[in-house]
């Protein structure tokens, strides 16, 4: 079994952690390789002096959090249990998180918002079949939601291993113009806005990557939306898709492998897969 640990209790004002923390715990619990604890952490301004997660009881973390700064004691050991080889997920919005933590930019890649520009790093794009690191103005947005296409950019990833070259994601945020030093980040997948998207970049933005920080590995994905008011789960988080390589990635940055099989649900190139 991996030991994993969902970490969540604050989200922004755009999200509902209460919803998308449950969504993140069903669909893992499902999975007979994990065995998932839920930490939730203080609310805003409470006090996190009690807040100290036993990062070493775990194989992995799931992060389902985007608030308040965490005590340098946590930070440094969450630093350390990731550079001796630690796990993370870092899920939507949690790449919003703690602008200003250099660790933990370091191991999201990139990331947006928080006053997050081009003092954080370059934007990641994919062009001519390869990854470019863009040092050019621009900031973290989103067209409105809308069903896009994750390209497959790592086809022998072992995270990516098997799945369809393209595949269509249910209505989701389609995060933009991420930023952050992107160092040892490898693209898993993109999505691009076409034209009759209004607010896409017409870039081939990263949704899906892996980091590696130290002996630690993360898997970030970018994809899983739940609005500040929605009070059940979203079609996004429903999408057999982002399961799927929610659950890949989660045992990948547990284990370095992925012994998962592909569902036969998995969604095509043309429709979306729900759960
Ligand atoms: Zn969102």
Not at 49 to 66: H, K, L, T
Not at 96 to 103: H, Q, T, V
Not at 255 to 269: K, L, M, N, Y
Request: net charge negative; with cysteine.
């Amino acid at each position: 079994m991996i030991k994993v640990l969902l970490l969540t209790g604050q989200s922004n004002q755009w999200h509902n952690w209460r919803v998308s923390s449950r969504a993140l715990e069903k669909a893992l619990q499902s999975n007979p390789l994990f065995e998932v604890e839920t930490l939730v952490s203080p609310s805003a301004g409470e006090d996190f002096s009690d807040f100290s997660p036993v990062w070493g009881n775990f194989d992995a973390v799931v992060m389902d959090y985007e608030g308040d700064e965490w005590p340098e004691t946590v930070k440094q050991g969450f630093v350390d249990y990731m550079a001796q080889g630690g796990g993370l997920v870092a899920f939507h919005a949690s790449d919003n998180a703690f602008p200003d933590w250099p660790e933990f930019n370091e191991m999201i890649g990139v990331g947006g918002w928080g006053g997050r520009d081009e003092k954080s790093g370059p934007k990641v794009r994919w062009r001519e079949g390869e990854m470019v690191l863009d040092p050019g103005p621009g900031e973290a947005m989103h067209p409105a939601p809308f069903e896009y296409t994750l390209d497959t950019r790592a086809p022998e990833h072992p995270v990516m291993r098997g799945l369809p070259s393209s595949w269509l994601h249910a209505i989701d945020e389609q995060y933009s113009q991420l930023r952050g030093p992107a160092k040892n980040l490898t693209v898993l997948a993109t999505a691009i806005a076409g034209p009759e998207v209004e607010g896409g970049t017409g870039e081939h933005e990263p949704m899906l990557m892996a980091i590696e920080f130290g002996k630690g590995r993360i898997f970030h994905t970018t994809l899983g939306h739940v609005g500040a008011n929605d009070e059940e789960t979203t079609l996004a988080m429903r999408c057999a898709g982002f399961e799927t390589t929610l659950s890949r990635g989660l045992e990948w940055a547990a284990t370095g492998s992925v012994t998962q099989e592909i569902p036969a649900d998995f969604p095509s190139g043309d429709t979306v897969s729900l759960r």
